[in-house]
């Protein structure tokens, strides 16, 4: 067999958070908390720009290996609270969307062309990616939600995304199909330039 039963059932795990997700936030959304947990968790969802640079990041933290399995997505998470932050209290911070559409392309071409940074340099890039995410994620915040249960619900929602990415690269490893990786990073980055030079 060449996909190990750990390997089909951690990604059965990772498939079922991101698919249930937005349906469990979207549960309870007419009380003001629940109403901003519920927008928290749909935000990383609602755009493609998101989900492509978060998944990407999870499929590069994975191809790195290491300790930046761990260390570049909680890197993301915790900066893309305090953009976040930024971004729930107007503070001005300039090319957002630039930001984001780069992060898209920047990660795409790492993981298509199996660049590995050394570990600083990665985690000082994907912070630097994550300010733009979580800024647009705060400055969409309702008036009437709750800072923290709205950060809180896209900082869970995120680190789902990370953690699907870096389950499908470790499927994608496991079973010889690394050259498929890099191939999802190809289209990534694709994404991420048309969409740039669409805007």
Known sequence: MTISLHARLILKILLSLLILAPNLAQAHTGIDAASGWAHGMLHPFTGLDHLCAMIAVGLWAQQMGGRAVWLAPLTFVGV???GGLLG???IELPFIEGGILASMLVLGVLIAAAIRLPLIASLTLVGFFALFHGYAHGAEMPHSASGFIYALGFMLSTAALHLTGIGMATLLAKTGRAQWL??????IA???GALYFAG
């Open 88 to 90: 729930m209290n107007a």
């Open 182 to 187: 890099r191939l999802a990073g190809a289209s």
């Open 80 to 82: 893309m609270a305090l």
């Open 190 to 192: 694709l994404f991420g």
